[in-house]
């Protein structure tokens, strides 16, 4: 099995409805995000996939949230644009364009500082 690892950044605003603290107010972060891609084979020219490809898919995934106020972003206009929402969104959003007979999208990683992150995948 061979897993490959894409990440890409983007910075946004955001703050976290009914949160009892400083998040409730108007922040920002510099995010990272990480892609996960397994395979169990290698193509012809013995790669999984283009890096290049998936760099692609994942900024234009990410294009829309970036240097954006996140809440007035659907979905999060009606779910808190929490680590854990935007992680599963941009999961969700990229399985579609990724997901093949060749390789599958396993995780995305967001971190929203350099110490703190969340992992979303599926079993």
């Not at 605003?13 to 995010?31: D, F, I, P, V, W």
């Not at 890096?51 to 994942?58: C, K, S, T």
């Not at 234009?60 to 972003?73: C, R, W």
């Amino acid at each position: 099995m061979f897993e490959l690892t894409v990440e890409t950044h983007f910075s946004a605003a955001h703050q976290l409805r009914g949160y009892k603290g400083s998040c409730e107010k108007l922040h920002g972060h510099n995010y990272k995000v990480q892609v996960h891609i397994i395979t169990e084979r290698l193509n012809e020219i013995d790669i999984a996939v283009d890096f290049h490809d998936i760099e692609g898919l994942l900024k234009e995934v990410v294009a829309p949230l970036d240097h954006s106020f996140l809440n007035e972003i659907f979905p999060f206009t009606e779910k808190n644009p929490s680590a854990e929402n935007i992680a599963k969104w941009i999961y969700d959003t990229l399985r579609k364009k990724i997901n093949n007979d060749a390789v599958h999208l396993s995780a995305v990683t967001v971190w929203e500082s350099e110490t703190a992150s969340v992992t979303y995948y599926e079993d």
